[in-house]
C-alpha cells in the first residue's frame, strides 16, 4: 500500500509564501517522476511543476520564477517552495508520483490535495 500525503497549504496574502510538502510511504521499491499539479474551481486540473530523479525540472509559465520544485530522496518527499504568491494560484494542490512496489510493477498515485487560498 503506497500512500503519498500533502501538507502546507493553508491562507496568504498576495505576495507571500507557503512551502508545500509531499510524502510518500508504504511498501516503495522506487520512485521516478514526481509532479505538482493544481486545480482551481471550475477548472481543469493543471501541471504546475515536475522534476525527475535525476533533478530535472520543468515548470508552467504561469509560475517560473516564482515557484521551485525539489525532491528528497532519502526521505521520500517532494517539495514546492510557492513565492510571490497571487490570487490566480488559488486552488487544491496535488501531488503525483510514478512509483514501483516491485522492480517491475510501476504505478501513478495521487495524493489527496492540499488548498492553498491567496488573498487580501
Known amino acids: 500500500q503506497v500512500q503519498l500525503v500533502e501538507s502546507g497549504g493553508g491562507p496568504v496574502q498576495p505576495g507571500g509564501s507557503l512551502r508545500l510538502s509531499c510524502a510518500a510511504s508504504?511498501?516503495?521499491?522506487?520512485?521516478?517522476?514526481m509532479t505538482w499539479y493544481r486545480q482551481a474551481p471550475g477548472k481543469q486540473r493543471e501541471l504546475v511543476a515536475t522534476?525527475?530523479?535525476?533533478?530535472?525540472?520543468a515548470y508552467a509559465d504561469s509560475v517560473k520564477g516564482r515557484f521551485t520544485i525539489s525532491r528528497d530522496n532519502a526521505k521520500n518527499t517532494m517539495y514546492l517552495q510557492m513565492n510571490d504568491l497571487k490570487p490566480e494560484d488559488t486552488a487544491v494542490y496535488y501531488c503525483?508520483?510514478?512509483?514501483?512496489?516491485?522492480?517491475?510493477?510501476?504505478?501513478?498515485?495521487w495524493g489527496q490535495g492540499t488548498q492553498v487560498t491567496v488573498s487580501s
Open positions: 503525483n508520483a510514478f512509483i514501483a512496489v516491485t522492480s517491475r510493477r510501476w504505478d501513478s498515485y
Open positions: 508504504g511498501s516503495i521499491f522506487n520512485i521516478n517522476a
Open positions: 522534476i525527475t530523479t535525476g533533478d530535472s525540472t
